[in-house]
């Protein structure tokens, strides 16, 4: 999985709600990397065609939408059938725009964490998504929306946030 946290700048604060969906995948057992575009970082081609995801998230707040909209546009002339996740803010804010843009696959709203998990055991098994909650998502020229998830009430059942995937020098 590569999730990408879009910028408008390069202001120094890490992008913590991506930072606590990495961990959660991790500790689900996936491989997660995190193309955080600060100015240390490879192009974005590059890192991606190194990386070779089989699943990209792209999380982005109305500022970063069209920005976010690009690299999923870039990912989809580059990899065509891979499936693209959008969340964050804007995504929840205003999913049927975003779903019904042609590059989006699915769209998480709300908090991220079970759900991305949720349907990345979905991709790789049954691809049952009607059950996931908190998801948008495609079926056959159609666009559905599944029920709203609760919020997470107990924060401390989360991982701490993945850090570790981010070049901490840059936010020190």
Do not use: Q, W
Request: a negative charge; hydrophobic letters at 40%.
């Amino acid at each position: 999985v590569l999730l990408i946290a879009t910028r408008i700048d390069h202001a120094r604060f890490l992008p913590l709600g991506v930072a606590y969906v990495a961990a959660f995948i991790e500790k689900n057992d996936y491989a997660v990397s995190v193309y955080d575009e600060i100015p240390m970082c490879k192009p974005f081609k590059e890192y991606f065609c190194e990386y070779d995801p089989d699943v990209v998230g792209i999380s982005c707040m109305t500022s970063t939408y069209t920005k976010a909209c690009d690299y999923a546009k870039k990912i989809k002339s580059i990899k065509p059938d891979i499936p693209i996740v959008f969340g964050g803010i804007h995504p929840t804010s205003a999913i049927n725009e975003t779903i019904n843009e042609i590059f989006v696959d699915y769209v998480v709203f709300g908090e991220g964490e079970l759900t991305i998990v949720e349907l990345l055991k979905e991709l790789t098994g049954n691809r049952d998504f009607k059950k996931i909650k908190g998801l948008a998502y495609k079926s056959h020229g159609k666009v559905l929306i599944n029920e709203k998830r609760d919020i997470i009430n107990d924060i401390n059942s989360l991982p701490m946030p993945a850090r570790h995937l981010f070049n901490m020098d840059y936010y020190a």
